[in-house]
């Protein structure tokens, strides 16, 4: 195992090894393995729900086999020389916290939670990769999407200051774990947080921050902005010690249903001043930035999408000026760049780096099932549903505008989603699918352990496409 450079340290604007040498860390979020999210592996709803019901189905000795396949091939030596092979020299990690409190046993916690964590930063740091932790669903919810493992569209976390301290909890036992690990960059105590009043967020950081220092003097934080790493406007003057602050910056032009990216002016102006925006706080403070999330989602035979190629070419195009921008935008305005970690590393096609083959067993098993999730709409990520479908919505949707004051529209928090965001956040991604995770999970019926092996190898890198302009395109920006 090559040692690296020491622990990595915050220096003004800039992250820096041992010796003050700037380390810009680069790369992507492995994704869907140990916080499973639906667009990336294809079942509806959110983990917790999705794996109850699932674990009824196949019975307790094929559930466990069959994830302990799925998380070995989701991450292993093969993916890391690929990952190096593009000089990519940061893995983000997200992680559920379920992994360690099985039930949901606050009370309990769980050490074999770190049998799957270990392996994938073990093996990030025998390829000398990096990797940034990141708790990507806490105790209650730390915001109100499905991402952060939440069927409740309410983010818990914020109202309950027991799930709060677990969480803190949680983060001091990772830090004495990994406190002697110089391949771990640093721990993010949150993936987009949503606190609606602002402070009980920095009062977590701030507290995470004390904790976590007491047992581990070594490593940074990556501190994602409020209203999912978007907003520091409540953040302090005073920068909360050792920390790096973390944007997420996806752009309208890399999604189905918003303008086509053509390059002009005016469009590479308005991807400039989103990016300003967010990083005016650490201009201000005169702190290091790393954008912890973007990317565009692609076209898709797979999923019937038309015009695949022009789509794609001016998503492409978005992402590089995108990637320009962050190349000179470090806050101290020396044209020194910042860091990121594009989203995401693996899937079955909608935003992969690498993606699951059309041919492969994943795929032809589930096809019925994908086709009718696709048809639905249930997924936020990539939603295209035909007419038919979403005039149902549509028809609820204009009963809410109708019924519901204007100035209300966007009174329920965050409100970059206004009414027709949480209708089809809350019937939709919410109860649609919870009742659809029932039908899912019967696709997995009475598989044997060697159908349930070939499932989960659709995963293996062997077994994977590689989207090759895209990675193209991130190499030569690293």
Not at 384 to 389: D, F, L, Q, R
Not at 428 to 449: I, K, M, N, P, V
Request: charged content about 25%; glycine content about 8%; aromatic content about 16%.
């Amino acid at each position: 195992m090559s040692t690296g450079s020491g622990f990595l340290q915050v220096k003004g604007t800039k992250i820096v090894d041992e010796n003050g040498k700037q380390i810009v860390l680069k790369g992507a979020a492995v994704g869907g393995g140990l916080n499973m999210e639906n667009f990336i592996t294809g079942f509806p709803g959110q983990e917790d729900e999705h794996k109850q019901i699932l674990l009824k189905v196949l019975g307790k000795e094929k559930f466990d086999f069959f994830f302990d396949k799925f998380y070995e091939y989701f991450w292993a030596d093969d993916d890391a020389k690929f990952f190096k092979s593009l000089n990519f020299n940061c893995l983000r990690i997200p992680v559920n916290y379920r992994h360690f409190y099985p039930d949901n046993d606050l009370e309990n916690f769980n050490p074999d939670g770190f049998k799957w964590l270990d392996r994938y930063v073990d093996i990030c740091s025998k390829h000398g990769i990096y990797s940034v932790i990141d708790l990507h669903a806490a105790p209650g919810g730390q915001n109100q999407d499905w991402h952060s493992d939440n069927g409740t569209h309410h983010a818990l976390l914020w109202s309950f200051p027991y799930f709060q301290d677990k969480t803190i909890e949680l983060w001091e036992k990772i830090a004495a774990h990994y406190k002697d690990n110089t391949w771990v960059a640093g721990y993010n105590p949150l993936n987009e947080p949503a606190d609606s009043k602002g402070y009980r967020l920095i009062n977590f950081y701030r507290k995470v921050v004390d904790a976590v220092e007491k047992i581990d003097p070594n490593h940074i934080f990556f501190l994602d902005g409020n209203k999912y790493a978007m907003d520091f406007t409540e953040f302090p003057d005073e920068p909360i010690k050792k920390s790096v602050y973390a944007i997420h910056d996806y752009s309208y032009y890399g999604f189905p249903g918003f303008d086509v990216f053509t390059g002009s002016e005016e469009q590479k102006g308005k991807l400039e001043r989103q990016y300003n925006r967010k990083i005016e706080y650490m201009k201000k403070i005169q702190a290091p930035v790393w954008n912890g999330e973007f990317g565009p989602v692609y076209s898709s035979e797979v999923r019937g999408d038309t015009d695949i190629v022009a789509t794609n070419l001016a998503r492409y195009a978005s992402l590089k000026e995108q990637l320009s921008i962050y190349s000179r935008g470090d806050p101290s305005g020396d044209g020194t760049g910042i860091g990121w970690s594009i989203w995401v590393y693996k899937d079955i096609g909608y935003q992969g780096l690498t993606f699951v083959k059309p041919e492969s067993k994943y795929y032809s098993h589930l096809k019925d099932w994908l086709a009718k999730k696709q048809r639905l709409g249930i997924d936020k990520w990539g939603r295209i549903a035909p007419k038919e479908v979403e005039s149902i919505y549509d028809a609820v949707k204009d009963h809410f505008h109708k019924e519901i004051p204007e100035k209300f529209h966007k009174a329920v928090y965050p409100n970059n989603l206004a009414i027709d965001g949480y209708i089809d956040r809350v019937l939709r991604e919410c109860l649609l699918s919870q009742f659809l995770t029932f039908e899912f999970a019967e696709y997995f019926r009475d598989l044997s352990f060697e159908e349930l092996d070939e499932l989960a190898s659709s995963f293996k890198f062997e077994n994977l496409q590689t989207r090759d302009e895209l990675n193209a395109i991130l190499s030569a920006s690293v």
